[in-house]
């Protein structure tokens, strides 16, 4: 029997009682959360989920009376071994023999697609998503808008992946426009090829601030812009500075991600837009949608009454286009080439994606709001490294590592580690993911190491050790044979209660995947961990298997010693 099977059998007969397809019950009946106070029933019915015009008043009393009548109209079997009624609810509680085989032999044998093959994704249709996510800006700061972009868009990716959908990375780089005039003057001036082959990054960075400060001279903006316009004209010479600049930096880029254990598909940019930008603005004037100011800029308008009250700047005075025209063109390149069904921005820019969504409304149904998806984030305020601001995601990445190595060091507990520098990287990294993940993508946080970075309570550092210390136990005790295993001895209140949780994770996959927010798979693994677990190999097993599974969505490496 497989563990999803129990909500398609309690589905089946309820389905014969009330009369209602098996289908449109098996989203009502949800595995019950472990709480402190221990729960007997391991799945429940809603009756208000169920009733047919669930915006009718029900007074609580009613959904009481109606739960008790169904649970009578209901009968135990081989599967289901108790049926009582809650406040509104029906409760369920599974035969605990079947339970406890069931849920560890799906565990073993779905490995890492445990929970993806339930039943509650049978009727999601599988898409193509492209998700845009990171997009620094060449010889700019990565500053934490962009982390934060990276860990998300990752988790997205993962998830979306896991859940069997096809799935197209892309990061958009900041590879155009007036600073890339500025650079290529600048380099003219202060650049130094080896260093920008042997650290693209930093050194096209400090090549930008130093050309900044001469930026008020009438000679270098007047050098810069020139620089600019034969890019823009494709000059074969200024174009392979451009390139070298690009390609160096996303060479870079590729190593320092790796690091983070992300990738892309894809590293597109601004600068692929250049003559589809003009598409776009064509398009838009065949629509009638393009309107002249008197300064002579085209926009559009995106006001309700049409009194061009809010209006979007689509077009310069000379007939150039601008950042918001080349991101419509961007969208409209994307759809021509990967066909997509659902296209996701992970971006920080709320104003800019409010009059984007709107503009893009204007190209067809492919553009509509459900197929393009935008997930903000919050800000984080106060991550400093000891060097002082971040700069670069490497100074982050760096802090990280040599604060959790310190940390690691002085903990008596920590054993003679194979790779202790590898182990303090992969340890800091999941204490970072967990703190940005641990609430609403939404809100903003205030950062703080010794926070993120304790040992103790909801941080990363604690799974990673949960997931260690499972692992070490394995290690110990052989691995069991699943076929050996005598599950009287699961049958104690605590392993019932990881066994239940164990059930919950199908669930938990589910809500994140329908909003996208991460921190329902971090407290279902955070909870995961302090759910006590008696001494059943088995069990420890299963446990490790799914808390790897879950900390690998969330981008994290799980460790096997630390
Ligand atoms: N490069 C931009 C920035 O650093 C983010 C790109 C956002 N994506 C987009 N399609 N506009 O702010």
Redesign the pocket.
């Known amino acids: 029997m497989a563990a999803g099977s129990f909500r398609r059998n309690i589905a089946s007969q309820l389905s014969k009682v009330l009369d209602l397809p098996p289908e449109n019950l098996i989203k009502s009946i949800s595995a019950v959360p472990v709480s402190k106070k221990r729960h007997v029933a391991d799945f429940q019915l809603s009756i208000a989920s169920i009733l047919e015009d669930s915006s009718s008043d029900c007074l609580a009393q009613d959904l009481h009376l109606q739960a008790q009548q169904l649970a009578e109209r209901l009968k135990c079997d081989s599967v289901v071994s108790e049926i009582s009624a809650g406040p509104g609810t029906v409760n369920f509680t599974i035969n605990r023999e079947l339970l406890a085989k069931t849920v560890l032999q799906q565990v073993w044998k779905d490995g890492s697609e445990y929970g993806v093959k339930s039943e509650l994704f049978s009727t999601v249709p599988r898409q193509k998503a492209v998700v845009?996510f990171s997009?620094?800006?060449i010889a700019?700061k990565f500053h934490i808008?962009?982390l934060r972009s990276t860990l998300i868009g990752n988790f997205i990716a993962n998830l979306k992946v896991a859940l069997g959908h096809e799935v197209v990375r892309i990061n958009?780089?900041?590879d155009w426009g007036m600073q890339f005039g500025l650079l290529g003057v600048g380099f003219q001036s202060f650049g130094n090829k080896e260093k920008l082959k042997s650290s693209p990054l930093q050194h096209l960075f400090e090549v930008y601030v130093q050309i900044n400060k001469s930026a008020e001279d009438e000679n270098t903006k007047k050098l810069a812009k020139d620089f600019f316009r034969k890019l823009e004209e494709h000059d074969e010479q200024t174009l392979s500075i451009w390139k070298q600049f690009r390609d160096l930096s996303i060479e870079e880029y590729i190593r320092i991600y790796k690091r983070l254990g992300v990738h892309f598909d894809e590293y597109s940019g601004e600068s692929f837009y250049q003559e589809k930008a003009q598409e776009v603005l064509k398009i838009l004037e065949d629509k009638g949608l393009l309107q002249k100011t008197v300064k002579g800029t085209g926009v559009v308008d995106l006001s309700e009454k049409k009194d061009l009250s809010t209006v979007s700047t689509v077009m310069r005075s000379d007939g150039t286009s601008l950042?918001i025209t080349r991101?419509l063109a961007?969208a409209i390149d994307r759809m021509n080439k990967h066909s997509w069904d659902t296209m996701i921005?992970v971006?920080?820019?709320k104003k800019?994606c409010k009059c984007?969504s709107q503009l893009k409304y204007n190209f067809g149904p492919a553009a509509s709001p459900h197929r393009c998806q935008h997930v903000s984030f919050g800000l984080i305020q106060g991550m400093k490294t000891r060097r002082g601001e971040v700069i670069f995601l490497e100074d982050v990445l760096n802090e990280v590592r040599s604060r959790m190595l310190q940390n690691m060091t002085s903990t008596k507990t920590t054993k003679e580690l194979q790779d202790p520098v590898e182990t303090a990287e992969k340890v800091g990294l999941a204490a970072l993911i967990i703190q940005d993940f641990r609430g609403l993508l939404s809100s903003d946080y205030q950062f703080c190491w010794d926070r993120a970075l304790q040992s103790r309570g909801d941080t990363g550092v604690f799974l990673q050790y949960t997931h260690a210390r499972l692992h070490s136990l394995e290690q110990m005790h052989g691995n069991a044979e699943l076929t050996d295993v005598n599950v009287a001895c699961l049958l104690e209140p605590d392993a019932i209660s990881v066994l239940q949780h164990l059930l919950r994770y199908d669930e938990v996959l589910y809500r994140s995947s329908q909003d996208l927010q991460p921190k329902h798979i971090v407290s279902y693994l955070l909870t995961l961990r302090t759910t006590p677990c008696s001494a059943r190999l088995c069990l420890f097993h299963a446990a490790r298997s799914v808390l790897a599974n879950g900390m690998k969505l969330l981008g994290i490496t799980p460790v096997t010693q630390m």
């Open positions: 845009e997009s620094p800006n700019k808008g962009h958009y780089l900041g950042y991101d961007a921005y971006v920080t820019l800019h984007f």
